[in-house]
């Protein structure tokens, strides 16, 4: 009778224990992967929410509440659970991540318009914000039927009473206007907001909360100190004479190559323009053409407030 081959018999062992391994290490990253998938989901939304207070100056860089004052300036503040409302406060604590959630709540409302400028709330579309926001991410929410972006209350105890339904009617309680900002920088795609005023037109603030850049160079569009200069900037860019033709100028910022006094000086022009990054135009290119995309097809909208 011959003899086993021991050698065969130990090449299968190896074999049945190596595919058991990768059996269990699938199991282990799939039972991973969904027991995270809610925690990263919320973290997400915590993290775009706290960029769009950014924008809008109601939170800053440093996580401490601030209040925007006319000239651009904004006070140190804290949350006042009681009257749910920012309250200035030059020694307050940075805000915490309920206190965010807290106000991220109070004060941001998604809504809809479409390309006559109607606003619709979700509800009445029968979207669901979470499905929204995923399927149609890499599209731009820009290029559909139904745009997506976000009415930020005033600081104000009674806003907690008001509800999207009758913020859709009637946007002249609105704070600010939140629209998301995509394209392409140089390595990736870019992903932001930006914050105007009530009107539409005047800028607020913007941020980027998802990119590729170079860190240094292009990255630096996350950077307050870049961001900063963005207040007060017009989206309806002026002719030479300074006046604005609402239904054909181009809309967005422009970022210059160097210095906005040395391209555009006093014109009009510079009024729509920023000072561009050092080492890093094709970012700033790339973000010029993300604003523009992205705030042109929400024309008739925007044409809308200007005219309430």
Known sequence: MPEANPKAHNTSQILFFVVCLCFVCAFLLALAAFSLENPQ????????????????????????FEILQEDGESLRARFDLSQKILVPDPNSPKATEAEIKEVASLRIHPLLTDSSGKVYTLEEKNITLTDYLAENKKAGYANLPLKLFYVLLPNDPSISE?????????????????????GFGLWAPIYGYIALGPKGDSVIGTTWYEHGETPGLGANITEPWWQKQFFGKVIFQQNAGGKVDFKTTDMGIIVVKGKVRDVYGNSPKAKSAVDGMSGATLTGDGVTSAYRNSLTPYRKFLMELQEK
């Open 162 to 182: 008001i509800t999207e339904a009758s913020i859709a009617k009637d946007l002249s309680k609105a704070y600010s206007i939140v629209v998301p900002v995509s």
């Open 41 to 64: 989901q919320a973290a997400k939304e915590f993290d775009e929410s706290k960029q769009m207070l950014i924008a809008a100056k109601i939170l800053n860089h440093a996580g401490y």
